[in-house]
């Protein structure tokens, strides 16, 4: 399962690093400490992703905020909340988008992707079922 992420920001350059930990013991309380034979994995993401709390996809179809869709995010399933990260500032989405995100299933909230990334921990270690796309 996807146990949280990190963003640093440099010189025109955005990099997401997302955490896989692999519990060899499912007994054990949650811990990146990598004992007890735990795999952890890194995953450096450079371009836009979609991240849920089971699954990590790369291929996210929507490269730039502004060319985001009501189909793209119809096709998400099995979660809670979705967030979106606009990039390094909070952006909002056209009103006739604006208008159809009322009819998902799950609620859908706005902020920069640094801000998104804090929020999906946070919802992540509490176990909830968030979703998470990412504008670097």
Excluded: W
């Excluded at 836009?48 to 985001?68: G, R, V």
């Excluded at 979705?82 to 909070?90: A, K, M, Y």
């Excluded at 998104?116 to 670097?136: M, P, Q």
């Amino acid at each position: 399962c996807i146990t949280g992420l990190t963003i640093s920001q440099g010189k025109g350059n955005t990099v997401l690093t997302v955490f896989t930990v692999f519990y060899t013991n499912p007994f054990r309380y949650n811990s990146l400490s990598g004992k007890n034979d735990d795999i952890l994995l890194k995953h450096k993401i450079t371009s836009t992703c979609y991240l849920s709390f089971e699954k990590l996809a790369t291929d996210f179809n929507t490269k730039e905020f502004n060319d985001l869709e009501i189909k793209s995010l119809e096709k998400l399933e099995n979660i809670e909340i979705l967030l979106i990260g606009t990039g390094e500032n909070q952006k909002f989405p056209q009103k006739s988008l604006f208008k159809q995100l009322k009819n998902l299933e799950y609620s859908v909230d706005f902020m920069n992707t640094s801000a998104a990334c804090r929020t999906f921990n946070i919802l992540v270690n509490e176990s909830r079922k968030v979703g998470a796309i990412l504008f670097v």
